[in-house]
């Protein structure tokens, strides 16, 4: 058993761990198992060590301490955001309480489901992106592969700190738990049906990150508004670990375009493919899919229990101080999308029932920046080529047009039309071959493939050719 | 209640009645009712025709109490009437129709218990109750007689025995009569719906011919022939005729708003929580040596008497304290010392009635209508009697090892079964709670018999199914804290019809069907505009308006 003295060391963190024996007892059961399911579930590519950023405190100077670490010692911290002593509640029926230091009784089941289905995706993400690292296009790419990797394993840790210090036996019952689901097992799956399908390729990978971990940081964000302070705070720190993360979806797919773009004007075509890239056209359909599952992820319209979550102040919304309203929306309505009479439309509902679509709503509008970051690449090259969103009824499988289908246009279409055309939109299984026959590993420090343009900066100040990851 | 700011009382004592008129003739008591037509509890009704309030059923709960244990010679004891006209004419309706719901529920609680306690007391307590219906007995009035062993009419062609508030009142008989009428008295099912749809009742011979009564008598051979009855029930009585009773003394209670406090029993009362923390404290002195060293210091009759008045007071006073949590606190080997007393002299008339006594006010915490979570921390004396408590809960959380810390001395929290658990303080439905909670699972039962005597800490009570929870002390406060708080968040009612449901596993006995399929009909029915609305029966009684009825059923 560690001493007290080693806890600081060994589990970096700002939760008073050294003196709280509960935590310390539930997190030396949990390490060990949490130590195995690394090993057995995380990354499969064996490396030495990786040039990691740390976080040891949660200041401007400790959250990111950069050297080389063996991913297995990686010190996998607790840290949440600087309490404020004052904060009061910002929304729900308890608006102006002051936010609750401990999980309140009347809430508890809520809560902890909501951490539980918070932190399952967590893991999962590793789970989907383990066989990766054998792919991987630069040392560079490797090591942020295996950094955002960590970085998941410790927001799990945060979310195992909250379960293990204010739920008690369930919440231990939990953690345990947390490791005993795995994406895509047949026998005991995560929890959220998109993570648990495997990242096959690196263009998914950049896609998963660039919109899935965003619903992850508007999931957050809503979190980050909780009455339960420990929470809040918790996720607080995670939105900033989790903005680097879409920040290596956004510049890999950046570096895919402009080298594709590249390829297309050097040899005057629509179809990089012959010339080792990634059609611009699979690009779209990689998009077309990750962004409508990732719209799922946000649920139905409408919710009651997302609903219950607001009014009893366990969830916000999005930037909830900056809404000009009474932080309550008993008497407010919204509009959200429906099927009216067989046609794509909205219908108005009570606002907080409605809530899953204002979410959905400021994600979409976040979505567009990346969009429009890629098509001025492609302006740039002088292609008239662009990218673009596909229609919020397009592919989707949960909520009001789950029922129907739809072009990225937003055109219904007859089911037997969907099935013959789908093709066109989706990956298909030619798209899928050509972009895995071009997954081959390069491992000599400042090489890079050739479907993907090197980056523009190194990490924390290194060059591109500094060697990032040391292969075992 | 306490709705109005006054705190109801349920101690009391003969010299202070004003209801009734209790007198001791050798072994027959006659217990006669005079109810004062300005002695309601509360304002607004008068007393009339010898109707009652829950003032009145009060002294007749203390009269039935001292009888027990102050007479030991009494055998039969006679419920007549003072007043010339009138048996009684049950629960006063203009009480009922202004109260609010949980009073007039716990208000038919109380009562129920009452007559509970009146056949504990003849089937048990060898006491017999004989109902003298020297005039109508209407509603709760023949209820009441209903509790008795033997009911006598007075044949004067207007004496009838009624249950009109079906009829008049659009709500059911509260106190037991649609149950003992057909179960106890065995009338068959057809007269009995006539009956209780017949407002003025039935008298006479046919009241005799359909076993509604068992002795129907003119009024000239009236005292005579209850004189000879009451005479012959007190044949039948195994009650010593040299014995010297107890005095029930009054007892120290200390009550504010926010703690109530005996010798032995203490509550805080912690309104913010919704939550009432009871602590049951075991003996202080060694148990004399035999049953001649019984009084009313007697640790296991002033603790009973102590917890009876507090879950009385709680039950009425503060309907807002949801939750109820019971520890103890004592030398557990004291607490076995009683209990080897009490097993050993059970025959003796004494120690049965204190068994008896515990007994009731055990099935007193059976039919509370809050949750009860019992909490095992070390120092604390769950054993035979006092396990009973942790029995009786909801949930109970046993704490594993010991609390460390200044102050923290006792060592690891036990449990013991004894005798006492096993059979001598069943529950309504006629089992002992142990068997109640093994229900269907005699493997498991005889597993805890087989531990008779063992002292059981967390682990080994957990193992037994003897405990729910067993944190250990990093765990407890959150674990505690967290199942109070979140027990206070569920809706009262729906608790209070779930634990209902789950303490009472197993066959049905009167008392379960009165507590169970009684009560509940009654409280839909009471919640119903069909009483309760402005046009309902409750409301339109007496107005000289008709009740304006939904006539769909549901």
């Known amino acids: 058993m560690p001493t007290a003295a080693d806890y600081a060391d060994k589990i970096p963190n700002n939760v008073g761990l050294q003196e709280d024996l509960r935590l310390q007892r539930a997190l030396e059961s949990w390490q060990p198992n949490f130590l195995n399911w690394w090993d057995s579930m995380g990354p499969a590519l064996p ?73 399952d995706t967590e893991p999962a993400s590793v789970e989907q992106q383990r066989n990766l690292g054998a792919t991987a296009p630069s040392l560079y790419d490797l090591r942020n592969l295996f950094q955002v990797n960590v970085e998941e394993g410790r927001h799990l840790w945060a979310m195992v700190y909250l379960l293990h210090a204010y739920f008690g036996r369930e919440g231990r ?210 292609l008239p080529q662009r990218l673009k969103l596909p229609h919020v009824a397009f592919n989707r499988k949960v909520g009001a047009f789950a029922g129907i289908e739809a072009t990225p246009d937003g055109a219904l279409l007859p089911a037997g039309e969907w099935e013959r055309r789908q093709g066109e939109w989706l990956p298909t299984d030619v798209d899928k071959t050509h972009v895995r026959s071009l997954m081959r590993p390069v491992r000599e420090r400042g090489k890079i493939a050739a479907w993907i343009a090197p980056p523009r900066h190194g990490i924390n100040g290194r060059p591109f050719d500094f060697e990032y990851v040391h292969l075992a | 209640m306490g709705d109005d700011g006054e705190r109801v009382s349920f101690q009391t004592c003969p010299e202070q009645y004003r209801h009734w008129r209790l007198r001791v003739d050798g072994e027959v008591a006659t217990l006669a009712m005079d109810v004062a037509e300005d002695g309601g509890l509360r304002a607004g009704y008068e007393l009339k025709l010898n109707s009652y309030d829950l003032g009145v059923d009060i002294e007749l709960h203390d009269a039935v109490q001292r009888l027990r244990f102050e007479h030991p010679a009494v055998r039969t004891v006679v419920l007549t009437s003072a007043k010339d006209k009138v048996f009684c004419a049950g629960a006063n309706i203009k009480m009922l129709a202004s109260s609010p719901h949980s009073w007039k529920v716990n208000f038919c609680k109380f009562t129920n218990e009452t007559r509970n306690g009146i056949e504990d007391a003849s089937e048990h307590g060898g006491q017999a109750y004989l109902a ?271 609390f460390t810390g200044t102050g923290h001395v006792a060592g690891p929290a036990a449990i013991t079964v004894t005798g006492l658990n096993t059979g001598l303080l069943p529950m309504g439905n006629g089992l002992s709670r142990l068997a109640t909670r093994f229900f269907g699972d005699k493997k498991a039962l005889d597993l805890v018999i087989g531990q008779v005597g063992t002292a059981l800490t967390a682990r080994a009570a957990a193992g037994l199914g003897l405990v729910t929870f067993t944190p250990d002390a990093l765990d407890w406060d959150e674990e505690v804290r967290i199942a109070i708080e979140e027990r206070a968040s569920f809706s009262p009612d729906a608790l209070t019809g779930m634990e209902a449901n789950y303490r009472f596993a197993g066959p049905e006995t009167m008392e379960t069907k009165i507590f169970g399929r009684l009560t509940a009909w009654q409280n839909w029915i009471f919640n119903r505009p069909n009483a309760v609305g402005p046009d309902g029966a409750l409301r339109k009684y007496g107005t000289g308006q008709r009740a304006d009825f939904d006539r769909n059923r549901v």
């Open chain 1, 47 to 119: 490396a030495r060590d990786v040039y990691l950023r740390t976080a040891v405190n949660v200041g401007r100077e400790g959250w990111a301490q950069f050297g080389h670490v063996a991913m297995r010692d990686y010190r996998w911290g607790i840290f949440l955001a600087e309490r404020d002593p004052g904060r009061v509640i910002g929304f729900g029926e308890h608006k102006g309480e002051p936010a609750w230091t401990k999980v309140p009784g009347e809430y508890r089941s809520e809560l902890r489901r909501l951490l539980v289905v918070q932190g």
């Open chain 1, 173 to 382: 019952e939990e953690a345990d738990d947390l490791l005993r689901r795995n994406s895509g097992s047949a026998e005991s799956p995560r929890i959220l049906g998109a993570f648990n399908e495997e990242t096959p390729d690196w263009l998914s990978f950049f896609m998963f990150t660039y919109f899935t971990d965003r619903d992850g940081k508007y999931q957050l964000g809503t979190l980050k508004e909780s009455a339960f302070d420990p929470l809040s705070r918790t996720c607080e720190f995670m939105l900033k670990e989790e903005a680097h993360h879409m920040m290596v979806g956004t510049t890999g797919v950046d570096r895919i375009v402009e080298r594709t773009a590249a390829l297309m004007v050097e040899h005057d075509t629509d179809d990089a493919g012959p010339y080792g890239a990634i059609p611009l056209f699979v690009i779209q359909k990689y998009l077309n899919f990750h962004y409508s599952v990732s719209l799922d992820l946000f649920g139905g319209e409408t919710s009651t229990n997302v609903a219950n979550y607001y009014t009893a102040g366990l969830k916000g919304r999005w930037m909830e101080d900056r809404r000009a309203d009474d932080h309550k929306l008993t008497d407010d309505g919204i509009w959200v999308d429906a099927l009216v009479d067989g046609e794509l439309a909205q219908t108005e509902v009570p606002a907080l029932t409605g809530l899953n679509s204002d979410l959905r709503r400021e994600y979409i509008a976040d979505c567009q920046g990346g969009v429009s970051r890629w098509n001025k690449i492609l302006a740039q090259a002088g």
């Open chain 2, 132 to 402: 003298a219906l020297n005039g109508p007995a209407s509603g709760g009035g023949y209820e009441l007689a209903l509790a008795c062993d033997y009911l006598m009419l007075v044949d004067d062609r207007s004496s009838m025995v009624s249950l009109p508030e079906l009829p008049l009142l659009g709500v059911l008989p509260g106190t037991g009569g649609l149950t003992r009428v057909t179960d106890k008295r065995h009338v068959r099912k057809d007269l009995a719906d006539y009956f209780s749809t017949k407002s003025e009742g039935v008298g006479g011979a046919r009241a005799a011919a359909w076993k509604l009564v068992d002795e129907v008598v003119p009024r000239s051979k009236w005292d005579e022939a209850v004189a000879a009855r009451a005479a012959e029930l007190a044949a039948g009585s195994a009650r010593p005729a040299d014995a010297t009773g107890v005095k029930l003394t009054p007892l120290c209670k200390e009550r504010t708003d926010d703690a109530i406090s005996y010798r032995y029993v203490r509550a805080e009362l912690d309104h913010d929580r919704r939550a009432a923390a009871i602590t049951v404290r075991g003996p202080d002195r060694e148990p004399p040596a035999g049953p001649e060293g019984i009084d009313a210091d007697f640790w296991p009759l002033a603790m009973t008497r102590e917890l009876d008045d507090l879950i009385l007071d709680l039950r009425t006073n503060e309907t807002g304290l949801g939750i109820w949590t019971l520890r103890t606190q004592g030398d557990l080997a004291l607490v076995l010392a009683y209990d080897k007393l009490l097993l050993e002299y059970r025959e003796n008339w004494l120690v049965k009635e204190v068994l008896l006594y515990a007994k009731r006010t055990l099935k007193r915490l059976d039919v509370t209508s809050r949750s009860l979570i019992a909490l095992i921390e070390p120092g604390s004396c769950f054993a035979g009697l006092l396990l009973e408590l942790a029995l009786a809960a909801d949930r109970s959380f046993q704490l594993d090892g010991v």
